[in-house]
C-alpha cells in the first residue's frame, strides 16, 4: 500500500470509480474531497457510498484551489480538462483511477483486455477459463468492479483479469499486464478523443509498460491493431490463426464475434500456461454474459434478446449478423456521434422494423427510414410492447441500442434490467 497519510486527495467524477478511489484513499490515510460537476450529484445514492470524514461539492470545482497532494479522475472526466492540465502543470500528479489501484495491488499475473467492441464478454470468458482451470481469479475494471475496490481483495496467488476502456488507459503511468489484449477498433468515443488516430492511441497505452516477457494479443484482421502492433515490444500472438480457431471451435455462443472473442480468450489462457484441453472444456461450458446478445425469455414462440451492451454502430452490426430469423430491432438512446447509415444494408436484410426510443430517434429515421420502417415509441416499456404485439412465433425482439443510455438509464446494465423486466411482464 501506498503512503498517503497527512496528503489531501481530491477525486474528480462521483460515480463507481470515484466512491472506489475515495474509499481507498481514506483507508490509506489521506484526507479526502470529491468533486463532481453535475448539482445532482449532491442528491446521487452514490454519495452515500463514499468513507466518513469525505468533503463533497456538486457543480462547482472550488476543491481544485485547496492545497492539493494528488488528484484522481473517474473514467468519464476529459483527461484534457483545463483544471486537470493547469494541475499537471503545477506539478501535482494527476492519475486515472486505474492507476491508484493499481499501485495498490500485487496480483500473480495480471491479464488486461481493450477494443472498442467485445471487451466485456472476452473478460469474462479469460476469467471462466482460469477458474475452469483451477486458478484464484478476479474480474474487475470496467467489467463491472473498479480496480480500486479490489485493492483489499488481491492476493499474491491470484490472477487479476480487467476490462480496460481508452478512458482510463489515458492517463496512466505504472499500469503494466502481463497479458495484455487489443481486441478491435471501430469509430467510438470520437468526442473525447477526437480522431480515430487518437483512440487508437489510448488504446495503444496498454501496452505501454510490457517488455519482452510479457504477452499482447492483437486482432490481425483490424488494420488498426495490425497498425499498433507494430510498436509492442512483448511476445505478439496475433488472431485469428489455425490453432486459435480450432480451439475456438469449442464456444457455445452465437456469431463469429463470438468465435473471435474466444481466440483472444484463448491466446491469453495459454499464456498462462492453460493446457489446450483444459480452455476447449472451459470454452464449452461458458453461458456469455448479461447483456450481450442475452436471450432473456421466449413468449406465444416470440424469442426477447437483450444487446444493451451495444452502445455503438459496429457493435449493433455484429448482433444483428448473430440471427438469421426475422427481427424487430429496438435503437436509440444518447447519441454518440457517428451516423447510423451503415447498417442500412443489414437492417434491409434482417429487420422487419426498426422501433425507437431516446434521443436520438429523429436521426435514426433520418439515416435508415428507407431501409424499413422506422416506429417511434420514446420509452423502453413502451417499444416492448409494440414488438410483442407486432411479433410472430419464430421472431426475435432484439435490443440492441447503438446508442449510449444515458438519456433514460443510469448506465447500460440498468437499461437491459430494464428490458429484462419489461419483457418479463408480458403475458404468457
Known amino acids: 500500500m501506498m503512503d498517503l497519510k497527512g496528503k489531501t486527495a481530491l477525486v474528480v467524477g462521483l460515480a463507481k470509480s470515484g466512491v472506489a478511489a475515495a474509499r481507498l484513499l481514506r483507508k490509506l490515510g489521506a484526507t479526502v474531497l470529491v468533486t463532481d460537476k453535475s448539482a445532482s ?17 456538486a457543480g462547482a470545482e472550488t476543491f481544485f484551489d485547496r492545497a492539493i497532494d494528488l488528484i484522481v479522475v473517474s473514467p468519464g472526466v476529459p483527461w484534457n480538462h483545463p483544471r486537470l492540465t493547469a494541475a499537471r502543470r503545477h506539478g501535482i500528479p494527476v492519475w486515472p483511477e486505474l492507476e491508484l489501484g493499481w499501485r495498490n495491488v500485487k496480483p500473480a499475473k495480471t491479464v488486461a483486455v481493450t477494443g472498442t467492441n467485445g471487451k466485456t464478454t472476452t473478460t469474462a470468458l479469460i476469467g471462466h477459463l482460469l477458474k475452469s482451470a483451477g486458478k484464484s481469479v478476479l474480474l474487475g475494471g470496467n467489467i463491472g468492479t473498479p480496480l480500486s475496490a479490489l485493492a483489499g481483495r488481491v492476493k ?18 505504472t499500469f503494466h499486464p502481463d497479458v495484455a489484449l487489443f481486441l478491435n477498433l471501430t469509430p467510438d468515443h470520437l468526442a473525447r478523443h477526437g480522431t480515430m488516430a487518437g483512440y487508437a492511441k489510448a488504446k495503444a497505452r496498454i501496452f505501454e509498460n510490457q517488455g519482452r516477457g510479457d504477452t499482447a494479443v492483437l486482432n490481425a484482421a483490424d488494420p488498426w491493431c ?10 505478439k500472438v496475433l488472431f485469428p490463426s489455425a490453432t486459435l480457431e480450432r480451439l475456438a471451435g469449442a464456444i457455445r455462443l452465437p456469431g463469429r464475434h463470438n468465435l473471435e472473442n474466444a481466440m483472444a480468450a484463448s491466446a491469453a489462457a495459454m499464456a498462462l500456461g492453460i493446457s489446450e484441453r483444459a480452455i476447449s472444456r472451459g470454452l464449452a461450458t461458458f453461458k456469455g454474459v448479461a447483456h450481450r446478445i442475452q436471450t432473456v425469455a421466449t413468449k406465444h414462440g416470440v424469442t426477447f434478446v437483450n444487446d444493451s451492451k451495444s452502445t455503438n454502430v459496429d457493435s449493433t452490426s455484429v448482433a444483428l449478423k448473430s440471427f438469421e430469423q426475422p427481427l424487430w430491432l429496438i435503437l436509440g438512446g444518447q447519441h454518440k456521434g457517428a451516423p447510423y447509415t451503415p447498417l442500412a444494408g443489414l437492417v434491409r436484410r434482417h429487420v422487419r422494423e426498426i422501433l425507437t426510443i431516446g434521443e436520438a430517434a429523429p436521426l435514426i429515421r433520418r439515416d435508415l427510414g428507407k431501409a424499413v420502417t422506422v416506429s417511434p415509441h420514446r420509452t423502453l416499456d ?6 410483442a404485439a407486432k411479433a410472430s412465433p419464430g421472431d426475435i425482439v432484439l435490443l440492441s441500442p447503438a446508442c449510449a443510455s444515458f438519456d433514460q438509464f443510469r448506465n447500460f446494465e440498468h437499461r437491459g434490467d430494464e428490458f429484462v423486466r419489461f419483457v418479463r411482464r408480458l403475458p404468457g
Open 156 to 173: 499474491e496467488s491470484t490472477c487479476l483479469v480487467l476490462e480496460v476502456s481508452s478512458y482510463q488507459l489515458e492517463g496512466h503511468e
Open 226 to 235: 495490425r497498425r499498433v502492433a507494430r510498436g509492442v515490444r512483448g511476445k
Open 382 to 387: 413502451r417499444a416492448v410492447k409494440a414488438a
Open 41 to 57: 450529484a449532491r442528491s446521487s445514492p452514490m454519495r452515500k457510498l463514499l468513507p466518513r470524514g469525505t468533503e463533497m461539492e
